[in-house]
């Protein structure tokens, strides 16, 4: 079967990071233009048949012919920063549904999310033991693109729920999420304990990056990665301080991301004015924390900097020294 990302209204990018995350980042997920519908992506995944049960799942969805009893052969992936889905007019602010679309042929599998965390405000679900726990992008998504597997393969259950609970705990388990209550449905907007795995709004904090850049795998935002990672590996307390920013960030960056998506003049700005002196800065204070002795480092770094900041705004006016 296939696997497609739907371009409208301009989030796929997201999508596709979450897909990311889904496949454990191996390096051989990629996409597609499709030639008989320019608003989809078709999400390709290169390689053998990846180990890790969430990354199997997905280069299994991307490459199998499931045969009989296969009854679809599409999922398209609608990634919706809160609001209402324009083809079931079900609102699906805090939430995800997957449903079979026969309105159109061939018929479809459609996965439609809310890649915005409910506004920012958190989604939660419950554990086994009654409290409330942060449902994050990643397992949102892997639990629709569970409903979609059995859907596609012929396999639902009379009650679904409890397979895509459990298919979400494995991409919970990977992340180091706590677990939730397979057998617990409930759940609504608003904070739960994330219990000492990443923030809540998990994502890789890169909207408004891959926004102004035009990619989730530009240079700008793989560089943006690999920095949080040095300082994740270095110092958890470091690392928690990062994921605090990220969160704040979290809570308005989807918003601006669809809007620059659609808005070349803002975007170019964006990633002038905002996005580059912003990583060059980082760039900077991660040579300072792990290579202040290498002299040239630093020194390549200052100037990265003196270049990517804005003419109105050199280094020392913005420093301070
Ligand atoms: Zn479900």
């Known amino acids: 079967m296939s696997i497609f990302l739907d371009q409208n209204p ?23 233009p499709v030639a008989a519908d320019p608003t989809l992506l078709q999400l390709t995944y290169a390689g053998a048949r990846p180990a890790p049960p969430t990354a199997a799942r997905l280069h299994d969805m991307c490459n199998s012919n499931f045969g009989a009893p296969t009854v679809i052969d599409g999922t398209i992936i609608t990634a919706l920063s809160g609001g209402v889905d ?5 609102d699906i ?34 554990d086994t033991d009654g409290n409330k726990i942060s449902l994050a992008r990643p397992p949102l998504l892997y639990h629709e693109l569970s409903h979609a597997f059995r ?8 009650n679904d ?23 617990n449905h409930d759940g609504g907007c608003g904070h739960g304990d994330d219990c000492s795995g990443p923030p809540t709004p998990d994502s890789d904090g890169c909207f408004i990056v891959s926004a102004t850049t035009g990619s989730p795998r530009s240079a700008e935002v793989a560089q943006l990665r690999g920095l949080r990672d040095r300082v994740a590996a270095a110092s958890p307390l470091g690392a928690r301080l990062i994921d605090r920013i990220y969160a704040d960030y979290y809570g308005f960056s989807p918003a601006i ?12 700005a964006a990633l002038r ?43 020392a006016a913005i420093a301070g020294v």
Not at 260 to 266: G, I, K, M, N, V
């Open 10 to 32: 301009g989030l796929s990018a997201e999508a596709f990071s979450d897909c990311l995350r889904i496949s454990i980042s191996d390096g051989n997920l990629g996409d597609l």
């Open 86 to 90: 324009p083809v079931s007019g079900i």
């Open 93 to 126: 602010t805090g939430n995800g549904i997957t449903y079979i679309d026969s309105n159109v042929t061939p018929t479809v599998i459609r996965v439609v999310y809310d890649i915005n965390n409910c506004n920012g405000g958190g989604i939660f679900v419950f």
């Open 151 to 158: 859907g596609a393969t012929g396999t639902q259950q009379p």
């Open 161 to 183: 729920e409890p397979p895509a609970e459990t298919d979400e705990n494995v991409m919970r388990s990977a992340m180091g999420y706590c677990l939730r209550d397979v057998n």
């Open 257 to 268: 991301a669809a809007r620059l998506d659609q808005e070349a003049t803002p975007r170019a």
């Open 273 to 315: 004015v905002v996005v580059r002196p912003l990583l060059a800065w980082f760039t900077l204070a991660g040579v300072l924390a792990f290579e202040h002795t290498d002299r040239v480092a630093v020194r390549q770094a200052q100037n990265a900097l003196d270049d990517a900041c804005p003419r109105l705004l050199g280094r």
